[in-house]
């Protein structure tokens, strides 16, 4: 039997002790939700870079960034990121800190991980065949 997921629940999960961001109802993930993580040095600066956030969510650790499902192809994300499918991530206690201006959720991946590769020192770096030419 396989367990029904809801955007509402925002509880840990018993199976791997993650716990799902939890969506304002005003928000509708028409591409399904998966979450970016980088250290809470980095929110405030990543936050200011970006040309537009999503749903942002923060504890005195981690800061979250709301992404489209899928986010992680053909993309690897720097160290220290933390790519969470689904929005489960390895956090307690994180709180909704910044709503979109509309209804979508979402901060754009691909402003997301740039900034976040220049932030962590890392050079961007696509899986192999990305761009290729046959």
């Known amino acids: 039997m396989t367990a029904r997921l809801s955007w509402s629940a925002g509880r840990r999960t018993e199976a791997d002790g993650l716990t799902r961001l939890a969506l304002p109802a005003t928000v509708v993930p ?3 939700c998966d979450a970016v993580g980088v250290p809470a040095r980095y929110g405030f600066r990543l936050l200011g870079r ?3 956030s999503g749903c942002v969510f923060a504890n005195s650790a981690w800061w ?3 992404v489209p ?3 992680d192809q053909e993309l690897i994300w720097p160290l220290p990121s933390y790519y969470a499918k689904g929005a489960y991530v390895p956090a307690t206690q994180a ?3 910044r709503w ?3 209804q979508s959720p979402y901060t754009p ?3 997301l991980y740039l900034m976040t590769c220049q932030l962590t020192g890392t050079a961007p770096l696509w899986t192999v065949g990305v ?4």
């Open 30 to 32: 028409t591409m399904g």
């Open 50 to 52: 970006l040309p537009r």
């Open 64 to 66: 979250w960034w709301i």
């Open 69 to 71: 499902a899928g986010s």
């Open 95 to 97: 709180r909704l800190i």
């Open 100 to 102: 979109p201006t509309d």
């Open 109 to 111: 991946p691909i402003p």
């Open 131 to 134: 761009g290729g030419h046959g």
